[in-house]
T-cell receptor, first 112, second 116 residues
Framework: QKEVEQDPGPLSVPEGAIVSLNCTYSNSAFQYFMWYRQYSRKGPELLMYTYSSGNKEDGRFTAQVDKSSKYISLFIRDSQPSDSATYLC????????????FGTGTRLQVFP | NAGVTQTPKFQVLKTGQSMTLQCAQDMNHNSMYWYRQDPGMGLRLIYYSASEGTTDKGEVPNGYNVSRLNKREFSLRLESAAPSQTSVYFC???????????????FGEGSWLTVV
């Protein structure tokens, strides 16, 4: 079993829709949770970062962490065609040597 | 502001050939990383360098070597390329060596390598 599981998609939605992207994980030591966005033929870029459980909002994006269920989500409101990309979750523990573990990514397509 | 620059962008190698992927960052970051990205496998860490003068193995180091030439540059070498090393390679850097504490990792644009 992978430490981090993520549905590869593709997820296809109309412009203006609310998008929900999710990851599950098995390692209860994970404390830091991130979402990266990766456009085609580009490197990943950090979109959202949260520590421990709770919600964090940034514009149209909301990141949610439920540590009791080992489940994280990224919500995109009023989705735009420019949001079409692959979204990767990533997480790590709090130790000095802990490394970032990535999900495989979910491909999102927002059509006009 | 270039960020993380890696070369070459595309390369085709024959099995057994060697090559070096070059990476440089202009953000004065201490830590640098090499990842590979494969369909269904996500991003996997090959090697990382927490600071100038140090390198450590990641999840998938076999078949690769690295050199932290100075604070700016971190190269990845394939000594004898194999078809299993066909992948997209990303160099990355961060201010600190820890993945935690919201330590943002900045990625280059990737190098597409095909080994035939």
């Amino acid at each position: 079993q992978k430490e981090v599981e993520q549905d590869p998609g593709p997820l296809s939605v109309p412009e203006g829709a609310i998008v929900s992207l999710n990851c599950t994980y098995s390692n209860s030591a994970f404390q830091y949770f991130m979402w990266y966005r990766q456009y085609s033929r580009k490197g990943p870029e950090l979109l959202m970062y949260t520590y421990s459980s709770g919600n964090k909002e940034d514009g149209r994006f909301t990141a949610q962490v439920d540590k009791s269920s080992k489940y994280i989500s990224l919500f995109i409101r009023d989705s735009q065609p420019s949001d079409s990309a692959t979204y990767l979750c990533a997480m790590s523990g709090a130790g000095n040597t802990d490394k970032l573990i990535f999900g495989t990514g979910t491909r999102l397509q927002v059509f006009p | 502001n270039a960020g993380v620059t890696q070369t070459p962008k595309f390369q085709v190698l024959k099995t057994g050939q060697s090559m070096t992927l070059q990476c440089a960052q202009d953000m004065n970051h201490n830590s640098m990383y090499w990842y590979r990205q494969d369909p269904g496998m996500g991003l996997r860490l090959i090697y990382y360098s927490a600071s100038e003068g140090t390198t450590d193995k990641g999840e998938v180091p076999n078949g690769y070597n690295v050199s932290r030439l100075n604070k700016r540059e971190f190269s990845l070498r394939l000594e004898s390329a194999a078809p299993s090393q066909t992948s997209v390679y990303f160099c990355a850097s961060s201010e600190y060596g820890r993945a935690a504490s919201g330590n943002t990792i900045y990625f280059g644009e990737g190098s597409w390598l095909t080994v035939v």
